[in-house]
Structures are given as C-alpha cells and as structure tokens.
C-alpha cells in the first residue's frame, strides 16, 4: 500500500526526469522523503513503524503538494458572493442537518474574508457538492469505507470549487465515525484556494483530526491562508474612525503592529530573528508589539543582512549605516553611491542578500540591481516584473527566511523560491506577528 500512497498523494513532488517515455517514474525513495517531511517525521527514507502508521490514517484526496499554503497561480473567486448546490445527499444524516452543517462550514470562512455564500437549489452553482461512493463521474473514484474521505477542486470555472464526499464514510455530526462538519470545511478551504498545510493544529492538515466542533472556529494558520487570498472581513456597522494625523513625532505614531494594513518600510532578518522598521520604530517579528525606537537614525527604507546576520545595513535616502547589536559602526553613515548607484537614485525601497547566488538585491521604484560583494560590481538594473514573475511591480520590504524570499507590496507578502522562479503563496505582513 506504501508506494500506491506516494504514487497517489506525492506523484507530483519533483517528478524525476523520464528517460524517453512521458510518463512519471515513481522514485520510491525519493517520494518518501517527501512525505515523512511533509509529515515532520524523521526523514529516513525508510519505511519505518511511525511512517507507516501515518499512511493508514483516514485523509483528505487532495495530493500533499511539496508547498503548503496556496494553490500553483495562487487561483481565487474574482465574485463577492458564492453560490452551492448540494445535487446528492448522504443518507446517513437529514437533509436540513447536512444543509445546516454545510451552511456552518461556509460560515466559519465568510466570518473572516468578505466573501458570502448562497445555497441554490437547482441550475450550476460556482460549487457544486455530492455524497457518492467509487466512481462519481470524475477521474478520481472514491476507495471504499477510510483512506479517502472528500476531495475537492481549487477555484475555476466547471469543476473548479466542486466538492464531493464518499458515501462509503459513516457521516456524523459527532465524534463518532467522520464528522462532516470538519471534512467539509477543510474541504471547502480547497475550494476556495487553500492547499494543505504542515501545521498540525490547521484545518488543512491532510489527516482527518477530530476537534471538539462546538464554537469551532478556522484556526489561525487557515484564517491567514485565506485572508491572505481574499483580505480581512470588516465588523460590519459603523466605519472605524480614521485617525488624526498627529503632529507630535513622539510615541503615539508607534503603528499599530496588529492592523491587517500593515506596511513594513523594511526587515531583515538579525541574529536568526526577524525584525521590520517601520516609521521610527522597529521589532522583532515574534514580538507583540513594536518595542524599540532605533538609535539615531529616525527611519530605515531598507535593510539587509549578510549570511553571517550579524552585520546589518541600514538605508536612508542616500546614506547607509552597518550596525552591530544596535550599535552604529565608527565610519558611517557612508553615501551609496559606494555600492555604484547613479546620483539619480534618491532612495532604496527594500534591499536582501541572496545566499544561493551571494548577491545583495536593490529594489528601486520598478526595477532592482544586484550587487556582488566579492567584485564589488553593481550589475545594470532590471525590470522587477521581468525576472521576479507574480510579486508586483514594486517591492516595499525584503528579506529572507528558511531558504525563501519575502517580497512585502502595501499589506501583502509573497513568498519567493529563487530557484524555482515563483510564487509560493500570498501572506499579508501582520501575519507574521502573534496577533492572536
Ligand atoms: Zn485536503
Ligand atoms: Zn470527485
């Protein structure tokens, strides 16, 4: 059963190279890696007591793409309200509880995004939903009682949304057998753009968990994954006051670390933490609240850290400052034409250094400039959008983390595979900070 699991949920984790057939040569090995990473299992290669044992749980139909977070392209509704239709019914529960179950499912997504959902009763919806056992019309025939309880389709039109449940699960609205109110929602994260998520305590972790569903809410890590997709839902009523600006510098500009319309001037990452600037003020991603004013130097545009994340360099205007555990370096502020820039440059929007090509990124307006550290050789800038497909036009903040980039435009984030050349997911910055 091992190398159908890897051949079903990991077929597509870099598939290897095909030697003049087109077709997918399974690399055993190579595929289980893959998932007991997935998992945070030990990563043997082997299958071992503890990888086995994951493989037998009930799960989700949906392959464990090498990423979490979004589907490839990042697909999503365009429409503010969405429509469902349930064509087959489970005859395991009534139909005005699995109306209301499927209804509270919604819920718990359109409590967070501002997006509504709809039930029709006959015609095409956008999501199309059926209780059906083995083959139902797709090409991913359900397999009998466990295993795979649902599948369904990211955002498109036809099937895209569509979601179907095997008639084979003994559907409850209890802990007993599958609960359907927990299926359908995780789900109907897939339907709306949601692929599987590493973290244990999401919603889209790929095996079925039973939680305790009463008051149920989405767990942080899937309410980011989607209000990253679709943006925050608003308290309906009256609209929020827009503050005044004040004139006095003093501590009450401190921005408001928790406001889903963060922007971040600039962050780096210093010591294996993540830190941002934003106005006077700077912190640690981890933290709470912005907790220091930077000495000195009364805003940053940008920042970097070399590999070693000690040194870091701080941009403002045309000057920069190499800082050490907050400590200005004797010698700076130093002007930046030093790294080759023309006087036109008046300032740098966000700066990173990429350890894989060990070249520091300058983002300027629409274009960026790399620099090489070992020649000391400013390379003639190059369209953002040309060689960074999917973040923009324009890049506010930079930095990297775990072997990925982040791009931050306005409010929102993407996260970069410099090798692959794309978009993992869509993040919004104020989700990197314990808001919650
Ligand atoms: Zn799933
Ligand atoms: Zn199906």
């Excluded at 990888?51 to 979490?68: I, N, Q, S």
């Excluded at 700077?282 to 907790?291: C, P, R, V």
């Amino acid at each position: 059963m091992s190398a159908e699991y890897l051949a079903q949920f990991y077929r597509n984790h870099e598939a290897v190279q095909p030697r003049g057939r087109n077709m997918y040569l399974p690399n055993f090995e190579k595929d289980l890696k893959a998932m007991q990473e997935f998992f945070g299992l030990e990563v043997t290669g082997k299958l071992d007591t503890n990888t086995v044992e994951v493989m037998k749980k009930p799960r989700c139909g949906v392959t464990d793409l090498a990423r979490y977070g979004h589907f490839d392209g990042n697909p999503r509704w365009r429409q503010s309200v969405l429509t469902y239709r349930i064509t087959e019914y489970t005859l395991k529960l009534s139909r005005s509880e699995v109306d209301a179950t499927i209804a509270k499912a919604f819920k718990m997504y359109s409590d967070v995004i501002p997006l509504d959902f709809k039930q029709i009763y006959s015609g095409t919806a956008d999501i199309m939903i059926l209780f059906k056992a083995g083959y139902h019309g797709d090409r991913e025939p359900f397999d009998g009682p466990g295993n795979v309880l649902a599948h369904a389709s990211p955002p498109g039109p036809e099937i895209g949304g569509d979601t179907h449940f095997d008639e084979d699960e003994k559907w409850t609205l209890s802990q007993q057998g599958v609960n359907l109110l927990l299926v359908a929602a995780h789900e109907f994260g897939h339907a709306l753009g949601l692929d599987h998520s590493k973290d244990r305590s999401a919603l889209m972790f790929p095996n079925y968990q039973y939680v305790n569903t009463n008051g149920y809410k989405l767990p942080q890590d899937d309410r980011l994954g989607v209000q990253a997709l679709y943006g925050v839902r608003r308290s309906t009523g009256k609209p929020e006051p827009k503050p005044e600006p004040n004139p006095d510098p003093g501590l009450s500009n401190a921005p408001e670390p928790c406001n889903p319309d963060l922007v971040f001037d600039a962050a780096t990452r210093i010591w294996g933490e993540l830190y941002y600037w934003k106005k006077r003020y700077y912190s640690g991603l981890s933290q709470h609240k912005i907790s220091s004013l930077w000495p000195s130097i009364d805003s940053v545009d940008a920042a970097y850290t070399l590999n070693d994340e000690t040194t870091a360099f701080l941009f403002k205007g045309q000057q920069y400052w190499g800082v050490i555990d907050g400590t200005i370096l004797p010698g700076y502020p130093q002007p930046i034409s030093n790294f080759g820039f023309f006087p036109s440059v008046k300032k740098i929007d966000a700066a990173v250094y990429v350890a894989y090509t060990d070249e520091t990124l300058f983002f300027v307006g629409i274009k960026y400039w790399s620099y090489n550290g070992w020649t000391g050789i400013l390379d003639f800038p190059k369209r953002i959008q040309d060689n960074f497909p999917g973040i923009g036009s324009r890049v506010d903040a930079a930095f990297e983390n775990g072997g990925y980039l982040y791009f931050s435009n306005g409010a929102w984030q993407f996260e970069y595979d410099f090798r692959a050349k794309r978009v993992n997911r869509v993040l919004m910055n104020y989700g990197w900070l314990d808001c919650y």
